[in-house]
């Protein structure tokens, strides 16, 4: 098989009118490698034909081919992709899928809203499906993109805060969706209640469980926070990742926990103190230019109503 050797900074526009040719796309230093179904003549005396079984073959990374265009998740064999400037959707989804092979289905992944906090969805090309399973830190999950709101970038921080709670009594994850702390937690302690608002996760979680042969115990409840089905203080911890909302709970899930590790979007370590109780607040990913997600753990009486 024959490539068309060209610069990165040139490639979007030969791969543009390439298209329909090409077989794979690769990447080496300061070049992109086209390969070819058919040969070609080449009259632009910038591009170079090569033998493609002679190169070093590197997936080339995205923002190589389309400029400032970084932002995306890969779950499984599904790419949620969030471009910060208008591009060709096609060319892009096309591109992709030549790069990637691994990779099925691309969505774009826009706004997140509802009650339920699920991202809007754009399909842009591959096999049109929404569930996948993706491996995070030795674990598998089973999701459903169109009914579940992923972040795999929060995958280090949910690892640290499994590592750093003790498994001395009931512990209830409150907004657990398909389980993305859950699974950690139920890695190391044997029993976990996990509850949400959104069936469709709850449904993911126990796929997930099975998938990964987890031997502890999960109770699995589906209810409105506000009015969670518990007496008070069954649980030593409770876990409240819901940063959006997460004050219209906080009397709630301090009803039912003698602590709690809460998550809150806020502009600062003083805010979310204001807002949730004083405690350590350490920022674990920047949300906007103004804005930031706190993690605190609160002794409950430490909170006022």
């Not at 033998?51 to 998740?73: A, N, V």
């Amino acid at each position: 098989m024959i490539c068309i050797k060209v610069e990165k900074e040139k490639s979007l526009e030969v791969i543009r009118g390439l298209i329909n040719n090409i077989n794979q796309i690769f990447s080496n230093k300061n070049f992109i490698y086209i390969e070819l179904n058919e040969p070609i003549e080449v009259r632009d005396k910038n591009l170079e034909v090569v033998d493609c079984s002679k190169i070093e073959k590197r997936t080339p990374r995205l923002s190589d081919i389309f400029p400032g265009i970084r932002g995306f998740y890969l779950l499984g064999d599904i790419l949620l992709i969030s471009p910060k400037k208008e591009v060709d959707k096609e060319l892009l989804a096309r591109v992709i899928l030549k790069i990637n092979p691994r990779i099925k289905t691309i969505f774009l992944r826009k706004k997140v809203g509802g009650e339920l906090r699920i991202n809007e969805l754009e399909f842009l090309g591959g096999e049109y499906k929404t569930t996948t399973i993706y491996r995070e830190n030795g674990i598998n999950f089973y999701v459903d993109i169109s009914k579940v709101y992923v972040n795999p970038s929060l995958s280090t921080e949910r690892a640290i805060t499994a590592s750093e709670i003790e498994c001395l009594g009931v512990i209830l994850d409150a907004f657990c969706g398909y389980g993305a702390l859950t699974l950690y937690l139920l890695k190391k302690c044997n029993y976990v209640v996990a509850g949400d608002l959104n069936i469709d996760g709850l449904y993911m979680l126990k796929k997930s469980v099975e998938l990964n042969k987890l031997k502890g115990i999960v109770d699995v409840v589906q209810y409105d926070a506000k009015f969670l089905p518990f007496r008070d203080k069954s649980f030593y911890l409770v876990i409240g990742d819901n940063p959006t909302m997460i004050v219209d709970f906080r009397q709630e899930l301090c009803r039912v926990g003698k602590e709690v590790i809460f998550y809150i979007l806020s502009k600062d370590e003083n805010e979310a103190k204001e807002k949730l109780g004083e405690g350590k607040w350490v920022a674990i990913n920047e949300y906007s230019k103004d804005l930031r997600i706190f993690k605190g753990r609160i002794r409950c009486n430490n909170v006022s109503n």
